[in-house]
C-alpha cells in the first residue's frame, strides 16, 4: 500500500484559537489578504457548506460532534445529508441537477461523472490542484486522481481507495484432524477439499461435509489466480508483464474452468455456491458444512464472528491460508488498488462564488493534513480515543458514536493505520490479507461504451459459465461463447474502450 506522507501541521496559533480564519493556500497556511479575513474586532458569519452522500445513520446535527469540530476549526457551518439506496442517491442528485440546484460537494459514482462533466454542470479542479487544493492533491496523489478525470480534466476528488480484505479461509482444526497441512498448490488445495468432502473431518460419522462453499464463481477467485488471471465479476480487466488481460480472453480461461469442473463434479463443493446470498455461505461454513471459503476477515476474523462460530463448535479454528501456486503463478485476485473509494464532485456555479469555494478547498485541505484527518478518522481525543505512548486507543464512545465519521473523510484515510487502531485484535489477519500478492484490476476506471449493454452481456456470460462448470456445456464450444459474446452482446466495444482508458491512464503504452 502507498504510504502517504503528512503535509505540514497547521501553525500553533491556529490551533490554539480552534478558528482558521482567512482563506487557506494549498499548503494549508491562511492566504494573505484572503477574502475571509475578517477585521480586527469584527466576528464573520460561518460559511454554509452542503455535503450530500449516499448513505444512512447519520446523527442529528447537535449530535454530530464531527460537523461541531470542523465547524469550529474552519469557521463553515456543515451540512451533511445521506440519502439511502444508491439508485435513489443518484437519481436525487440528476434531479437536483437539473434544477440548478446541487450540493456545495456530492457523491458520484464513474458514470455520472462523465455525464455531468460532459454537460459543464461541474467544477474543472484541474487550474486549482497545484495551488489552492495542493495538500489535498498530495494527500490523494497524482496517480490516484487521474481517476476523476474526464476528456484530460480533473472533475472529481477522489478519495484513497479501500484496501484489500480477502483470502481463503480454512478449517484448521479439520486439518490437524485428518493429519494434513494448509494446502499451497492447486495439487494439495484439492487433495484437501477431496479429503474434507469425503474423510469425515468434523468426526460425526456422516458424510455431510464440502471443501468449499462461496457465493458464486468470485468463490474461486485464488483458483483463477493460480491460472494468472482475475475471477469473472470481480476483476474482468486486470494488467500482466506491461499488458492488459480479460478474464475471457486469458489463454488459461479453459485450464481455470476445467479445474473449477473437476472439483463440482466430484461433489467437493457445496452445492448451493451459485444460488447463495448474502451471509449464506458463511453461515454455512460456520455450521461446519464446509472447511475451506473465500472471504474477507471482516467476514470472519472479527471477534464478533470468531465467537459466533465458537458458539457452534469450540474446537472450529478459522485461519487464512496464501493463495495456491499454479500454472500461471501465485495472485489471491485480482484487486484496484488505485480504484476510489468514492468520488466527490463540485459544481461549476460556485465558480461565481469564490469566498464559499475557497472554504471548500480549505475543508478538503484540512482533512487532508494530520490534524484534520486524524480528527475524521477518530473523533475528538480524550472522548472518541486517547493517545498512549503514540498509539491511538479508542475508547467505547467511539464504537457508539463513531459510525457515521467516514462520510467526512472525502479524500480519504492512511487505511492499514486505521484498521489496525480500529481493530487491533484483528491487525494480524489485516497485515496478512495487505501482503497477498494480487493482479493489478482496472475494472473500476472502465466506462460502458455507447451501444454496449453490460447488464445483458454480464448476465449472458455468467449464464454460459456456469453452464461450462457444470458440464451442461463442453468446454470445447468456449471459443463459440466469445463470438457470441462479441456478436451479439458487442463485448468488442468494452475491450476497445478499456484499452483506451488504460492508455489513458498511462497504465499500458
Given amino acids: 500500500m502507498q504510504k502517504k506522507v503528512w503535509p505540514m501541521l497547521l501553525s500553533s496559533v491556529m490551533l490554539a484559537t480552534g478558528v482558521l480564519a482567512g482563506c487557506s493556500s494549498g499548503d494549508g497556511k491562511p492566504a494573505a489578504g484572503g477574502q475571509d479575513a475578517a477585521k480586527p474586532g469584527e466576528s464573520k458569519q460561518p460559511m454554509k457548506i452542503s455535503i450530500t452522500v449516499e448513505g444512512s445513520g447519520l446523527p442529528t446535527p447537535e449530535e454530530d460532534w464531527i460537523k461541531k469540530e470542523l465547524d469550529k476549526r474552519l469557521n463553515i457551518d456543515v451540512s451533511l445529508t445521506a440519502i439511502q439506496g444508491s439508485n435513489d442517491y443518484l437519481n436525487q442528485m440528476k434531479v437536483r441537477s437539473a434544477a440548478g440546484n446541487m450540493p456545495d460537494l456530492m457523491m458520484v459514482d464513474l458514470v455520472t461523472l462523465n455525464d455531468f462533466a460532459q454537460k459543464g454542470l461541474l467544477l474543472d479542479l484541474t487550474p486549482h490542484l497545484d495551488t489552492k487544493l495542493k495538500q489535498a492533491k498530495d494527500f490523494m496523489g497524482a496517480s490516484l486522481l487521474k481517476k476523476g478525470m474526464v476528456n484530460g480534466k480533473y472533475f472529481a476528488i477522489t478519495r484513497i481507495p479501500d484496501v484489500p480484505f480477502s483470502s481463503f479461509w480454512i478449517r ?38 464440502y471443501g468449499f462453499t462461496g457465493t458464486e464463481l468470485p468463490a474461486f477467485a485464488p483458483i483463477f489466480g493460480a491460472y494468472g488471471m482475475g475471477a469473472p465479476g470481480a476483476g474482468n480487466f486486470y494488467l500482466k508483464d506491461g499488458k492488459l488481460f480479460n478474464t475471457y480472453y486469458d489463454p488459461n480461461m479453459t485450464a481455470a474452468l476445467e479445474y473449477i469442473k473437476k472439483l463440482i463434479a466430484e461433489d467437493l463443493v457445496d452445492p448451493q455456491f451459485m444460488t447463495n446470498k448474502g451471509t449464506m455461505a458463511r453461515d454455512q461454513a460456520f455450521q461446519g458444512k464446509a472447511g475451506i471459503i473465500f472471504s474477507g476477515w471482516t467476514d470472519i476474523g472479527k471477534q464478533e464472528f470468531i465467537q459466533q462460530y465458537k458458539t457452534v463448535n469450540a474446537k472450529a479454528d478459522w485461519v487464512p491460508i496464501e ?187
Avoid: C
Fill in 323 to 509: 493463495p495456491p501456486k499454479g500454472p500461471g503463478g501465485q495472485y489471491d485476485s485480482a484487486f484496484d488498488a488505485e480504484k476510489p473509494s468514492r468520488l466527490f464532485v463540485i459544481p461549476k456555479s460556485l465558480e461565481k462564488n469564490p469566498e464559499k469555494l475557497q472554504k471548500i478547498f480549505d475543508l478538503l485541505n484540512y482533512i487532508s493534513g494530520k490534524e484534520g484527518n486524524q480528527l475524521v478518522m477518530y473523533g475528538i481525543e480524550g472522548r472518541h480515543y486517547n493517545l498512549k505512548n503514540g498509539k491511538i486507543e479508542l475508547t467505547d464512545a467511539m464504537t457508539k458514536e463513531g459510525n457515521y465519521f467516514h462520510y467526512y473523510q472525502m479524500t480519504g484515510r492512511p487505511n492499514e493505520e486505521y484498521l489496525t487502531a480500529k481493530f487491533p485484535k484483528e491487525e494480524p489477519y489485516i497485515k496478512f490479507a495487505l501482503k497477498l500478492p494480487r493482479l493489478t484490476s482496472m475494472d473500476s476506471a472502465i466506462i460502458p461504451p455507447a451501444g454496449y449493454n453490460a447488464a445483458d452481456a454480464d448476465r449472458y456470460a455468467k449464464e454460459e459459465l456456469v453452464k461450462f462448470v457444470y458440464g451442461k456445456r463442453p468446454l470445447s464450444e468456449y471459443p463459440a461463447f466469445l463470438k457470441t459474446l462479441e456478436d451479439t452482446f458487442k463485448y468488442k466495444l468494452l475491450l476497445d474502450e478499456a484499452q483506451k482508458r488504460a492508455k489513458e491512464l498511462e497504465l499500458i503504452k
Fill in 172 to 209: 484448521q482444526d479439520w486439518l490437524n484432524t485428518l493429519g494434513m497441512k494448509a494446502p499451497t498448490t492447486l495439487d494439495e488445495l484439492y487433495a484437501v477439499a477431496k479429503a474434507f468432502t469425503e474423510k469425515d473431518p468434523d468426526g460425526n460419522g456422516k458424510k455431510d461435509t
